[in-house]
């Protein structure tokens, strides 16, 4: 059951260690698509309407309290993050500066090109879509084994040193970022729920459907 899963496997384009900045065509190729899939998630979410992601509020609801800008918050909480990585013993790799790059460029194209649905029935198919689309992208780019972004290196480390099962972590982990952000005064929607609850099985079920696919 991928809901159990607690390791992200390693196929044939796996690097073997995550610090490589010199890795085979098929690991870069897989590392940077689904680096897109991630990020087009990311925008589908933002075009839907529905709500920013948890750590969009943890971001906005830190803002409201002190004199920065949100996107300056965001900017700390990453560096935070990243400082975290160190007890878990989780380090920087390509796929760390990938990530920032192309998620950033992915959300960009997304508000430019996909409209936001005029029927809020069709708001909250597209928020689910992109939860989906995150939790598949975001297996992939892991699976490839070249580091990750400040969220998803957490999320790995916290599997490691709890053992529980990678989409109970990453469940844990959104649904407290929100809880936060929420109570600091962000603003939730439907859709930052569907990401906090559902982006944890999305993972899991994407690294089953990797595992499965190319092992």
Known sequence: MFLKIKRVPKVNWSSEKP????PKFSTLFFCCFGLMLFGLGEGLLIVSFTGAS??????QGISLNVNLSIGTITLLISISVLILWIPLGQKLGMATI?????????????????????????????????????????SIYLVSNLGAGPRDGLMVGLQVKTNLPIALVRALLEISVVTIGWYLGGTVGIGTLLFAFGIGPCIALGLYLVDKTFN
Not at 117 to 130: E, G, K, M
């Open 19 to 22: 610090y490589n900045f010199k």
């Open 54 to 59: 948890p750590w969009s509020v943890l971001a």
């Open 98 to 138: 990938l990530n920032a790059l192309i998620i950033a460029l992915m959300i960009d194209i997304c508000i430019k090109f996909f409209p936001t649905p005029t029927n809020y029935f069709n708001q909250l198919i597209l928020a689910l879509v992109s939860v989906i689309t995150v939790g598949i992208g975001g």
